[in-house]
C-alpha cells in the first residue's frame, strides 16, 4: 500500500521536478510557505519558465521545488508592514517554489502591478526583465551607440533589443532562426542576422556594448567585435560550448571590458522591487511588450518544459493555474493561435 503523506502545515499544490517521474515534473500536494516577517504569502496566477531553472530540475538528479518568477494576488500582507496590501495585484521573483499555488516572497521583491499589465504579461519580467535592464545598464547612456544582442529571440534578448531601442541605440539582433525577424524590426531593431555563425554581425560593428548570452565561438566573436571602451556583458551560455579568443586582440583596443552578469548576485546590488515597478510601468505605458511564445495552464508544464529545453520556444512560456481556453501560442506578430 501507498503510504500516505504526513504534513505539519497546511498543504497547498505545487510543481515538484522528480527525477523518478516520466517528463520530471508532475503537480503534487506540499507544506503550505510560511512567512518571514519580511514576506507577504501570494495567491500564484501565473509564472513563467527561464531556461536556467529548467536545465537544473532536468540536470540536478534529485527532487526539488523550481519556480523563479510568478504573478497573482496578496493573500496575507507582510507582518513587518513592508509591501503591498491584502488584495494587491503583484509580481515578483524567489529563488525556488514559484510553480506553486501559493508563494512566501520577500517584499523586497515584489511589486504592485499597474491596472493595465495582466498576470501574463507580469510573469515575464522579473528574471528575463531584470536581467535585460541591468545588463542595458552596464552600457552606460547609450544614445546613438551601437549594440549587438546575441540570442535575441530569447526572453532576455527581446527585452534587451526593446530597452536598447527606447534607450537611443541602433541595435543589432542576432537569432538562430528566422521566426522573429518580422516582430524584431517592428520594435526598431535596425539589423538582424540569422544562423549560428557569428561573423556575420561584423558588418555592423564594432559595438559599443554587447549582450552575450550564447557562449562559445559567439562569445569569441563578441569579444573581437567590440569597440574602443566598449563593454561585452554575458549573462548566459546556452550553447553549452567553452570559449577561446584571440586575447591580444582584446586587449590591444585598449579599456574593452567583459562583465559576468549573474542576476542572484545583481539582486544583492539593486532595489529590485523599484525596478520590477520601472519595468511593469513600461509595459503598461506600451514602451515594452513581453515576448509572450505560449500560454498553457500549468498541468502542461512537462510538455513546455520539454520544449524549451528543445529551444522550439522563442520568447517566453506562461502558465496560468487557472486556465480554461485551449493552449495558445502566438505567431510572429504577437496574435495568438490555438494550438492542442
Avoid at 540536478?60 to 488584495?87: C, I, N, Q, T, Y
Avoid at 510538455?303 to 485551449?326: C, F, N, Q, T
Amino acid at each position: 500500500m501507498r503510504k500516505e503523506k504526513q504534513h505539519l502545515n497546511p498543504v497547498i499544490r505545487a510543481v515538484v521536478a522528480d527525477p523518478e517521474t516520466p517528463g520530471i515534473f508532475v503537480i503534487d500536494e506540499v507544506e503550505a510557505p510560511v512567512a518571514a516577517d519580511s514576506e507577504a504569502v501570494v495567491k500564484v496566477k501565473t509564472f513563467s519558465l527561464n531556461g536556467g531553472e529548467v536545465r537544473n530540475a532536468f540536470l540536478s538528479g534529485k527532487k526539488l521545488r523550481p519556480g523563479w518568477d510568478f504573478a497573482g494576488v496578496v493573500e496575507k500582507a507582510a507582518a513587518d508592514g513592508s509591501g503591498p496590501p491584502p488584495g494587491a495585484r503583484v509580481v515578483g521573483l524567489v529563488p525556488s517554489g514559484a510553480w506553486s499555488e501559493r508563494v512566501a516572497a520577500p517584499t523586497a521583491f515584489l511589486t504592485e502591478l499597474p491596472d493595465s499589465v495582466s498576470f501574463a504579461e507580469a510573469a515575464c519580467l522579473p528574471v528575463a526583465g531584470l536581467t535585460a535592464l541591468y545588463g542595458i545598464e552596464k552600457g552606460g547612456a547609450l544614445q546613438g551607440k551601437s549594440v549587438l544582442v546575441t540570442g535575441a529571440s530569447g526572453g532576455v534578448g527581446r527585452f534587451a533589443c526593446q530597452l536598447a531601442v527606447r534607450a537611443g541605440a541602433s541595435v543589432t539582433a542576432r537569432i538562430r532562426k528566422p521566426d522573429t525577424i518580422e516582430s524584431l524590426r517592428s520594435e526598431g531593431v535596425k539589423n538582424v542576422v540569422v544562423g549560428d555563425d557569428p561573423e556575420p554581425a561584423s558588418s555592423y560593428g564594432p559595438f559599443d556594448l554587447i549582450l552575450e548570452s550564447v557562449g562559445g565561438s559567439s562569445l569569441s566573436s563578441s569579444l573581437s567585435l567590440l569597440a574602443t571602451g566598449g563593454t561585452c556583458v554575458l549573462c548566459g551560455n546556452a550553447s553549452n560550448q567553452p570559449t577561446v579568443f584571440e586575447a591580444r586582440e582584446f586587449y590591444t583596443k585598449g579599456n574593452t571590458h567583459l562583465y559576468g552578469l549573474f542576476l542572484y548576485d545583481e539582486l544583492r546590488h539593486h532595489p529590485v522591487s523599484s525596478d520590477l515597478r520601472r519595468l511593469a510601468e513600461l509595459v503598461a505605458e506600451g514602451s515594452l511588450r513581453p515576448p509572450i511564445h505560449l500560454e498553457a495552464a500549468w498541468s502542461n508544464i512537462s510538455d513546455i518544459a520539454r520544449r524549451l529545453m528543445e529551444r522550439s520556444i522563442w520568447g517566453k512560456a506562461v502558465m496560468h493555474l487557472e486556465y480554461e481556453s485551449p493552449q495558445q501560442e502566438r505567431d510572429d506578430d504577437g496574435s495568438p493561435e490555438e494550438s492542442g
